[in-house]
């Protein structure tokens, strides 16, 4: 009885992986036959000459491997605090220990002194324009008391005397005016006496009338009018302070942060620990810290890695990403020292593809390192992430299969001769494959069918060839769709034929 084979494993990445390798056995398999069958067109069968590999049960253990380097998770940013681009002139070398207080790097600064000379000018004269305008203020509020308080207060008392005088002489102008009628009546005294009086009376009452609104005009509008002056001028002169005060603290506090800058010149390490380069840790196109490398403000200078939280990050393949979850066991080899780790995390988006990573595609894939192992940022690290462990089991190598169109193929040798069977197959670490059904403990099955076995040769054959027929009709698709013939079904066209 034939059975199918474990369809998850066949559409597994691991499962697609393995049929590749296995079609490119094929395919190299072929053409030796076809050379064999050439040369010798009935070739006898040998059996006593076929190598066999007997089937037992184990232990499989399902692995990825990849390569990756150490570095911290938790890294102290040393950061530059100086406005602009700024020169280094001397930086601390990569992987040193420092004490608080030691130097890390220092920037040139001459642009510093320069800035701190052009801002010290500038805060001396906003200050001094400041104390000018602090003094008209002073003035303005003054003349304001002094006005309301003092020459209003006179003009008014002034003219309050003006009046009384004069209304006084108005009194005495009536008085003689009416002493000169009467004696103009008993004879002693002109007319023309009489009407000069008159005009003294007239005169005196007109002084008396302009004084009167010489004092309402004072009161209602020349004051109003005065101290409205003096007010927006107090106004003006305040607004003109203010703005003077924020020029000095702008000055000032522009002068202060030169001052500063030019302290951040020299940075010192906050703490003891190891330095590194930014260029060492996990970014690899940060740029280098160098004598003569210009850096900006906020740019990542150095960095102070806690030794005692290590971590290791790869790039898992595509093909195998959706088996690595976090909590999975991994094995980390550090030059000659193996240690446990666990996959903390798994990145959800793949990095970007290029020729520096092999045109792969690839997920980032953190594995944390017990605490207190001593390890070092930037070294190299083997990690080896367990994805499953099968325990007696038995296997098969993956060099003994053959997978066709819809089943997978060994042959086994019995007694009576050579046996073809057909395999339930399950999970696979690249060298051995977990038989689910088909074989049991104790036989032998032929190691390289294809290259021994005139029956296994021929399902090559069938296989090759139906491969080629798929070929051709996909680039019969893509021409007729008016794209470009598939590269690599071209080649493989040409390979087997």
């Known amino acids: 009885m034939s059975s199918k084979p474990n369809d998850d494993f066949r559409d597994s990445p691991r499962g697609q992986w393995w049929k590749r390798g296995l079609f490119a056995i094929f395919v190299i398999a072929v053409f030796a036959i076809i050379v064999t069958t050439l040369a010798n067109p009935n070739p006898s069968q040998d059996l006593s000459s076929l190598l066999t590999h007997r089937i037992s049960r184990g232990d499989l253990l399902v692995t990825v491997i990849e390569k990756g380097t150490l570095e911290s998770s938790e890294n102290t940013e040393i950061k530059c605090k100086v406005r602009g681009s700024n020169t280094v002139i001397w930086v601390v070398e990569n992987g040193t220990y420092v004490e608080p207080g030691d130097d890390l790097v220092r920037l040139d600064t001459l642009f510093m002194e320069e800035q701190i000379a052009e801002r010290t000018k500038y805060a001396l004269w906003t200050r001094s324009g400041a104390e000018q305008s602090r003094a008209n203020l002073e003035r303005a509020k003054l003349a304001v008391g002094e006005y309301e308080h003092g020459r209003y207060i006179v003009a008014l008392k002034t003219l309050q005397k003006t009046y009384a005088v004069q209304e006084a002489g108005l009194l005495t102008a009536k008085d003689l005016l009416a002493h000169e009628k009467t004696m103009a009546e008993a004879g002693y005294k002109s007319e023309l006496d009489v009407e000069e009086k008159t005009f003294a009376v007239t005169r005196a009452e007109l002084d008396v009338q302009l004084t009167a609104i010489q004092i309402e005009v004072l009161e209602q509008f020349t004051k109003k009018e005065e101290l409205a002056d003096l007010e927006g001028n107090l106004k003006a002169f305040s607004a003109r302070h203010k703005a003077n005060e ?58 102070m890695p806690d030794l005692t939280q290590m971590q290791v990050k790869v790039g898992i393949h595509e093909s195998m990403v959706d088996r690595v979850k976090p909590g999975l066991e991994a094995i980390v080899t550090v030059s000659d020292r193996t240690l446990k780790g666990e996959v903390e995390s798994v990145a959800t988006v793949t990095s970007p593809a290029g020729w520096w990573t092999g045109n792969q595609v690839k997920y980032d894939t953190i594995i944390r390192l017990p605490e207190g192992e001593a390890l070092n940022p930037g ?105 470009k013939p598939d590269v690599k079904s071209e080649s493989t066209e040409q390979v087997t034929s």
Not at 260 to 283: D, F, Q, T
Not at 389 to 418: F, K, N, S
Not at 469 to 483: L, N, P, R, T, Y
């Open 246 to 303: 924020e020029r000095v603290f702008a000055d000032n506090s522009r002068l202060e942060t030169a001052e500063n800058e030019m302290l951040y010149c020299v940075v010192k390490a906050e703490k003891a620990g190891m330095v590194i380069h930014p260029s060492s840790a996990r970014w690899k196109d940060a740029p280098e810290i160098e004598e003569g490398a210009t850096v900006h403000k906020d740019q990542v200078l150095l960095l």
């Open 379 to 483: 070294m190299s690290a083997g990690v080896e992430v367990i994805m499953a462990r099968h325990e007696d089991v038995l296997t098969i190598p993956v060099g003994a299969v053959l997978e066709t169109t819809d089943e997978y193929l060994c042959w086994v040798q019995t007694p009576l001769g050579l046996q073809r069977r057909v395999l339930e197959l399950g999970d696979s670490d690249d060298v051995s494959i977990l038989v689910e059904a088909g074989l049991t403990e104790g036989e032998d099955v032929v190691l390289n069918p294809t290259g021994s076995i005139a029956e296994a040769q021929e399902e090559a054959a069938r296989i090759i060839s139906v491969s080629k027929e798929v070929s051709k009709e996909v680039s019969k698709e893509e021409e007729a769709d008016g794209k």
